[in-house]
Nanobody, 115 residues
Framework: QVQLVESGGGLVQPGGSLRLSCAASGSINSINVMGWFRQVPGKQRELVAHITTSGRINYASSVKGRFTISRDNAKNTVYLQMNSLKPEDTAVYFC?????????WGQGTQVTVSS
């Protein structure tokens, strides 16, 4: 069983930066993609960014150029560097590791962008 533990959320002013981390415990050999999603109350969870085992990366258009996803295979960890944060980035951020027969979610971490 894989468990994902997120950290790094918090309160930041507009224009500021945060770095989210998601560390996996257990075997992730079946995992093909690591990603970050976010959700605000009353809205569907949306993909922010994902990175495949081959290194391909995809970003939502709303965060392209401001957010950077990366991974440390030795630590089974995926990161989301968020720069130039905007109030509309406020959400609960979830990490997600998935493969053909696997789908794991973290507990979520709150990111609030406000002055």
């Amino acid at each position: 069983q894989v468990q994902l533990v997120e950290s790094g959320g918090g309160l930041v002013q507009p224009g500021g930066s945060l770095r989210l981390s998601c560390a996996a415990s257990g075997s992730i050999n079946s995992i093909n993609v690591m990603g970050w999603f976010r959700q605000v109350p009353g809205k569907q969870r949306e993909l922010v960014a994902h990175i495949t085992t081959s290194g391909r990366i995809n970003y939502a258009s709303s965060v392209k150029g401001r957010f950077t996803i990366s991974r440390d295979n030795a630590k089974n960890t995926v990161y989301l560097q968020m720069n130039s944060l905007k109030p509309e980035d406020t959400a609960v951020y979830f990490c997600n590791f998935w493969g053909l027969s696997s789908d794991y979610w973290g507990q979520g971490t709150q990111v609030t962008v406000s002055s």
